[in-house]
């Protein structure tokens, strides 16, 4: 089983639709949690943290479900501009703090 | 202004040869690590970068065909040794703990084409 697991997609949505991704991830003592984007052939960047308490910041919502090991990002009133792959990213927990990368999820947003 | 500058930006080479790609870092940084992404996968990590040490490779990643070199915080290399039309594959460098505790910041990225 992978460390950490998304759907690879591609999600295709109209704009202004809300649109939902998971991940789940394979160690229970993991402890920090992020969500990157990255756009076609440029690198990856910090889109939000993922917080135990749920966390908002604008048009996006991301959640973590630690019972069941996924944690989740909700886009709200879709962009053409959201149309990218978004990374799921999870802190190795061991002492190393490597970050673990989930193969990540495309979404196109079609006018 | 580039947080993380990355070079060569891409390149095409041939069988047998090697690449050193450099990684320079605007401020201090204790952790920077080498990832590879493959066309159409994510991110795998090649290794850590330890300053004054020797790299930490992750499995499947030795030092004779990724010698890293971390001379100071602020700068590192990876060499892509005696390369294979498989090495091709984009090199990313990364930083942590410039945008906050566990973020990582990335480099553009070497884009490397093997023939």
């Known amino acids: 089983r992978k460390e950490v697991e998304q759907d690879p997609g591609p999600f295709n949505v109209p704009e202004g639709a809300t649109v939902a991704f998971n991940c789940t991830y394979s160690n229970s003592a993991s402890q920090s949690f992020f969500w990157y984007r990255q756009d076609c052939r440029k690198e990856p960047k910090l889109l939000m943290s993922v917080y135990s308490s749920g966390n908002e910041d604008g048009r996006f919502t991301a959640q973590l479900n630690r019972a069941s090991q996924y944690i989740s990002l909700l886009i709200r009133d879709s962009k053409l501009s959201d149309s990218a792959t978004y990374l799921c990213v999870v802190i190795d927990s061991s002492n190393t703090g490597k970050l673990i990368f989930g193969q990540g999820t495309t979404l196109q947003v079609k006018p | 202004s580039a947080v993380i500058s990355q070079k060569p930006s891409r390149d095409i080479c041939q069988r047998g040869t090697s690449l050193t790609i450099q990684c320079q870092v605007d401020s201090q940084v204790t952790m920077m690590f080498w990832y590879r992404q493959q066309p159409g996968q994510s991110l795998t990590l090649i290794a850590t970068a330890n300053q004054g040490s020797e790299a930490t490779y992750e499995s499947g990643f030795v030092i004779d065909k990724f010698p890293i070199s971390r001379p100071n915080l602020t700068f590192s290399t990876l060499t892509v040794s005696n390369m294979s039309p498989e090495d091709s594959s984009i090199y990313l460098c990364?930083?942590?703990?410039?945008?906050?505790?566990?973020?990582?910041?990335f480099g553009a990225g070497s884009r490397l084409t093997v023939l």
């Open positions: 990364s930083a942590q703990g410039i945008s906050g505790a566990n973020v990582l910041t």
